[in-house]
């Protein structure tokens, strides 16, 4: 056995696990087990859910053969690949438990539509293989913060005076209070001011009314403005640049990669890249000369400061 990575150099004490199913069929064993909590890892044990069962030659599996019907145990022929695979990992799986012990990640809760929580399993590809007499199906004593919880009543959930954000339609993302609650509905108290109505509509108006821009890409933006595409990256968003003692901002802002937002008719952002509009491309050159000018006027400056 292993100690701090090096073979103890004396004796140990080892524990010979029988294999209850030793003289089970796989098909039986897969009947039982597959599409069921377990609990794996031993002897740190964490929860897992078992999707498949297999030997040296085959993998067996639940699956639907006929819609409508209940599904069945079917086993698949390991690959001449999945062969050697399954041999090796049957034998790391070995020498994990004959020479140390680990600790496997296992199972979260996340929260329904309906306010339950469920156990959410990770998904195919954090799949492990377990020897299947390390496994044990229940344990005396679960962890709390993974039991799952069936739906709470609405005024256990939201108590009256909780302050909420409501979001639904022609209040969207208002600030609510809750002021009483029934089986399947709550009332609400929204924190809405007509003003903000009268806003949007005239914002709405704006965005509506708007003249259809035409947009470039950006690296052919950076080509008509006759720049780099790295350079128009920098200052079309924020650009800071330190100047006595403090940083301020010599960027246009017309574009937030960072939280993914735009400005109307100036710029969008096309899958993982930006585009702007002739709008934006006007602003960009003018923002071209008036640094140009600001360089050559600073320039000036420290000439005439020199004695």
């Not at 030793?22 to 609990?39: H, L, P, S, W, Y």
């Not at 090796?88 to 296992?106: D, F, H, N, P, Q």
Request: net charge positive; hydrophobic share 40%; charged share 25%.
């Amino acid at each position: 056995m292993y100690t701090v990575r090096s073979e103890s150099r004396n004796k140990s004490m080892a524990v010979h696990i029988q294999n209850a199913h030793e003289n089970r069929k796989v098909e039986d064993i897969a009947q039982e087990m597959v599409g069921k909590r377990t609990f794996i890892g031993w002897p740190f044990l964490q929860e897992g859910l078992v999707t498949a069962v297999s030997d040296s030659l085959f993998k067996y599996e639940k699956l639907v053969l006929v819609p409508g019907t209940l599904a069945k145990v079917v086993s698949n022929p390991h690959s001449h690949q999945s062969l050697s695979h399954w041999k090796g990992k049957a034998e790391r799986i070995e020498t994990l438990y004959s020479k140390r012990c680990g600790v496997i990640t296992g199972a979260r809760l996340k929260r329904l539509e309906s306010g339950a929580l469920v156990k959410d399993y990770e998904g195919p590809e954090k799949e492990l293989e377990q020897a299947v007499q390390m496994v044990i199906s229940e344990v005396a004593s679960e962890d709390p913060r993974f039991i799952e919880k069936d739906v709470p009543p609405l005024s256990e959930e939201f108590p009256d005076g909780t302050n909420i954000f409501f979001l639904g339609e022609h209040a969207y993302d208002v600030a609510a209070q809750v002021s009483s609650t029934t089986d399947s509905a709550l009332s609400v108290v929204l924190a809405f001011f007509l003003s903000d109505k009268t806003e949007n509509n005239k914002f709405k108006i704006i965005v509506d009314s708007r003249i259809s821009q035409h947009y470039l890409p950006s690296f052919k933006a950076a080509s008509t403005i006759g720049m780099s595409p790295r350079a128009l990256s920098k200052i079309t968003s924020s650009f800071m640049v330190p100047s006595d003692h403090r940083k301020n901002n010599l960027g246009l802002s017309i574009k937030f990669e960072a939280k993914g937002l735009k400005v109307i008719d100036y710029s969008r952002k096309a899958g993982r890249y930006w585009e702007f509009s002739e709008k934006a491309v006007d602003l960009i050159r003018e923002y071209k000369i008036w640094l140009a000018l600001r360089t050559f006027l600073t320039f000036t400056l420290m000439l005439g400061s020199r004695k």
